[in-house]
């Protein structure tokens, strides 16, 4: 068996400092090497400097996938912090899509060492890697999950993240991400028409999170607004700000004005998979 691990930071891999929790190199590929089965190889790919996952972005998805792909006939392990994992995770999950690689992700909520939960994500994890089905997981909490849209639905318990089920993705257009100036945009009740139009002037496209299954105000202003980006050649895909059950369009006579400005359908997607497709397609 040939193990990649490729270690990018977060909780799993820190130790006490004076300052508090920090990164520690070493100590994620020790505790990985300890649990590896008898004749198994492990290559390690550790970033330097090891990231808090709030700093992880579209160059550093490169890297991953650029060693992921060095590496063929490896099974791979991915540990990573949990704050922005749903993005990596819908990162990954697409850009892969029909490769047939198979990647486990892996982070905790408290450090290896501390009797919490790292050791037995990553004892999930290596276990995973045994099996041939392609596709991006998640191992955490006792759960395998499928990471092309996770959710992070609680900030401290070790139960931290559901799989919100996305569809079938097509294959990407784009295998890399793109140096392209894209964002979330969550409407809310009174949000100025102005500040919406300040932001897509700045953005190549957005994903737009809207009420229900598919509603949004009725301001001319902001429909305007959204119909001179869409003239513009600028994507905008809109989901759902309800964490399940997507959008359905004509639903509500309340979104009428939005889906005839030429708004993307983003359905189930979560908005970390939407993201993405905007960066691939």
């Known amino acids: 068996m040939k193990l990649l691990l490729i270690h990018t930071g977060g909780t799993i891999g820190m130790a006490e400092t ?8 070493g100590l994620v590929e020790e505790a990985t090497a300890e649990r590896l089965p008898a004749g198994a190889v492990l290559t390690a790919d550790v970033f330097d ?7 992880v972005g579209p160059a ?42 198979r990647v486990i992700l892996c982070g905790s909520m408290l450090p290896l060492g501390h009797n919490g939960d790292a050791e037995g994500n990553l004892d999930l994890a290596i276990s995973a890697t045994a099996s041939k089905e392609p596709g991006v997981f998640l191992a955490f909490a006792g759960k395998l999950l499928a990471a092309d849209g996770l959710v992070k639905h609680d900030s401290h318990e070790a139960d931290a993240f559901r799989a919100q089920p996305q569809a079938t993705p097509d294959v990407p257009q784009r295998r890399t991400f793109e140096d392209r100036k894209l964002a979330i945009l969550t409407l809310s009740p009174g949000i100025p028409a102005e500040a919406v139009k300040a932001m897509l002037e700045r953005l190549d496209g957005a994903v737009l999170r809207i009420f229900g299954a598919g509603t949004a105000m009725n301001d001319t202003i902001l429909l305007s607004v959204l119909a001179e980006a869409v003239r513009n050649g600028k994507r905008l895909r ?26 993307e359908n983003g359905g189930t997607e979560t908005p970390e998979a939407a993201l993405i497709h905007l960066w691939l397609n």
């Not at 369009?249 to 889906?259: E, K, N, S």
């Open 18 to 25: 004076s300052e508090g929790l920090a990164p520690r190199k």
């Open 49 to 55: 400097p090891l990231l808090d996952s709030a700093d």
């Open 60 to 101: 550093h998805w490169n890297r991953m996938l650029e060693t992921v792909r060095r590496h063929p006939d490896a099974a791979v392990i991915i540990t990573h912090g949990t704050d922005t994992m749903a993005f990596t995770g819908a990162a990954l999950s697409q850009a892969l899509a029909g490769e047939s690689r």
């Open 238 to 263: 809109a989901v759902s700000q309800c964490e399940a059950g997507g959008l359905s369009p004509g639903a509500y006579a309340a979104g009428a004005g939005l889906w005839s400005k030429g708004i």
